[in-house]
Structures are given as C-alpha cells and as structure tokens.
C-alpha cells in the first residue's frame, strides 16, 4: 500500500504525528494508500524551510523565474495524461474532466508565466510640484494554500505559480481525502 509523506525542503518526510488517514480509490472503494497527517512541528518545519528559501528565491531575476516557469509548464504539458490518469484513479474524475482540470491548470501557469510585465515599477517625474513617486513592486515572503477536494490540480496550480513568480515562496496544504 502507498504510504504517502511530505516534501519539506526537497526531502521526503515521514510524519512522527502518530495521525494518518486512508487514500481510496473512488471507483472501487478499496484504500490505496495512507497519509500522513502533519505535526504542529512539521508545519512549522514547512514555513521555516519556505522562509529560509525565501531569502535567495526573492533576488531571482524575473527573468529565470519566468524560465524555469515556462520549464515546469513543459513538465506539466508533457505528463497530462499521466496527470489525468492519476486525477481519476485518486478523485474518480471522469477522463475529460480530469483533462479539463490540467488544462486549465497549465492555463494559469501560462499566465504567471505573463506576470513580468505586471511585476514593473512606475515612476512620475514631478507628480507634484519637486516630487517624483515611484513604484516598486517587492515579493512579500512566504505564500500557503489550503486547497479543496473537489479540484486537486487546478487549484493548487491557480496559487503557487503567481505566488512563485512573484518572487514568493509557497507551502501548500492538499486536502487529506485527495492527497
């Protein structure tokens, strides 16, 4: 049976909670896997290790973020069906369904991959008499998700690519009946 852990700091974790619960199969009824629920520890390991990244992911030019953005859509485009697949076989989703839901996904990702051009500053010369204004657009630090059941893919992906494009770093907390 899959045990399914976390990814904290690029490392698979094992939750030391004590708490797990089912993953099942929707089609069948039959438990697939476990996961395991977080400790207060492990979150607050997840939000440390957010933050430590923070520091050095926030002086990433717009430019690589945008790169490596347009690298993670590849992935995603080149694995959709097996994307799909698994959306069905983990949340019963229809075939098309499934696929509706990475398309608009990579949709989104599309988009934060657009986000440069909003990530500008502004500047007003003589705004006021002997004032300049001007913008500047700065990450805010550390971005968390809490997504819903009923959408395991699109949601998550209409969260952390802004937030990682923005400059942010992100911590995403799946529901635990679609892990």
């Known amino acids: 049976m899959q045990q399914i852990h976390h990814l904290i700091d690029g490392e698979d974790v094992t939750t030391t909670s004590g708490r797990s619960g089912p993953v099942s ?79 608009r996904g990579i949709e989104n990702i599309e988009f934060a991959c657009g986000l440069a051009d909003a990530l500008k500053g502004t500047y007003s010369e003589q705004a006021s008499t002997g004032v300049d204004v001007y913008t500047v657009r700065q990450p805010l630090g550390v971005c968390a998700g809490i997504t819903p059941f009923n959408f395991p893919v699109m949601v998550p992906l209409w969260m952390f690519p802004n937030a990682v494009a923005c400059g942010n770093t992100f911590v995403l907390k799946p529901s635990e009946r679609d892990p």
Not at 36 to 60: H, I, K, L
Not at 80 to 102: P, S
């Open 25 to 103: 199969n929707p089609a069948t009824g039959g438990q697939t896997g476990e996961v395991g629920f977080a400790s207060v520890e492990e979150v607050d390991r997840a939000v440390a290790s957010a933050r430590a990244a923070f520091d050095e992911w926030r002086n990433v030019s717009i430019a690589r973020r945008t790169k490596l953005l347009h690298e993670f859509r590849s992935l995603v485009v080149a694995n959709a069906d097996e994307i799909a697949a698994r959306l069905t076989a983990e949340h019963g989703k229809v075939g098309d369904d499934a696929r509706g839901e990475v398309a």
